[in-house]
């Protein structure tokens, strides 16, 4: 049975070789010779794991909606005591990519340009997002109006920083989050806040120096 698996991998393996494909080289490149050369293994081995090419392309699908939409949604409604605690929980998907993948978000859009049903589907995982972002503003007494002109300012920021492919090293990535938590939120991040959120990305003994946005 084991020697079986190795000859003809698993789901898994299959998943990560597409979805290197998909990030580097679009939709159209995803296909099961390419893969199957790739990995080493036989065409027909794919098939044990996947009924054709549209099964594996649904699977990397659900994939990004269970990853991005789903942990960017638990991330806005994690516990937060204020407003700047709520957004510093969302910059954890910023920073942490086991959370949300920038690159299979800029995939899966730039594929929905031509998949009509997958742009329908883009389209609801956004509304997703910027309802989980409008909620979160509620929640901590904003006015509706105001509360939905910050969560697009959020979420549009997000995804043109993502469709820019702008590159950073991660504490450069950091030490700005602070600054742009007071733009989003209107509102300063104490020291405590900073160092709460920092002690979760904390990597190593050396660190930033941030600037006190408040006290």
Known sequence: MEQANTQRGSEAIWLEAAYEILTDSGVEAVKVMPLAKKLG???TSFYWHFKDRDALLEA???KWE???TGNLI???EAYADTIVEA???LFDCWIDDTMFDAD??????NWARNDPALHERLDNADKRRQNALYAM????GYAETEARARAHTVMYTQI??????IEEDRWTRIAAMPEYVKIYTGKQPTSADIERFMSRHRTSHRRPRLTNLGS
């Open 60 to 62: 990397m699908i659900q």
């Open 137 to 140: 503003f509620i929640r901590f």
């Open 87 to 89: 957004m510093f929980n």
């Open 74 to 76: 638990a991330r806005v």
């Open 104 to 109: 299979l978000d800029l995939a899966i859009r």
């Open 160 to 165: 043109g920083y993502i469709s820019m492919k």
């Open 41 to 43: 293994l036989s065409r």
């Open 66 to 68: 269970e990853k991005n």
